[in-house]
């Protein structure tokens, strides 16, 4: 069993920066792929970025691109999104999850945190 436990979502300004943390406990942290997803009202829940165990290959939604960077810190066993150059649609709760793959795909991650929101004013 893995528990999840997420921070640092709030309101900021367009152009403004956020970063978000998710904290592990329960199993391994270095033997798992990590993973943020985000849901904007209305929406389903859509992939934002991945990082696989190694903490070697990153992977992005072209809509994040060059803005946000995923990072992991295996002694601390946490997860961070930093989040620059923020626009007003990437308001969302923000998920990180856990699984076995990095992956594009929701269902492939096993453990979910308790989301955090992020709101971006114009």
């Known amino acids: 069993q893995v528990q999840l436990v997420e921070s640092g979502g709030g309101l900021v300004q367009a152009g403004g920066s956020l970063r978000l943390s998710c904290a592990a406990s329960g199993r391994t942290f270095s033997s798992f792929a990590m993973g943020w997803f985000r849901q904007a009202p209305g929406k389903e829940r859509e992939f934002v970025a991945a990082i696989n165990w190694s903490g070697v290959k990153t992977y992005y939604t072209d809509s994040v691109k060059g803005r946000f960077t995923i990072s992991r810190d295996d002694a601390k066993n946490t997860v961070y999104l930093q989040m620059n150059s923020l626009k007003p649609e990437d308001t969302a709760v923000y998920y990180c999850?856990?699984?076995?793959?990095?992956?594009?795909?929701?269902?492939?991650?096993?453990?979910w945190g308790q989301g955090t929101r992020v709101t971006v004013s114009s």
């Open positions: 999850a856990t699984g076995r793959i990095a992956s594009y795909y929701v269902n492939e991650y096993d453990y």
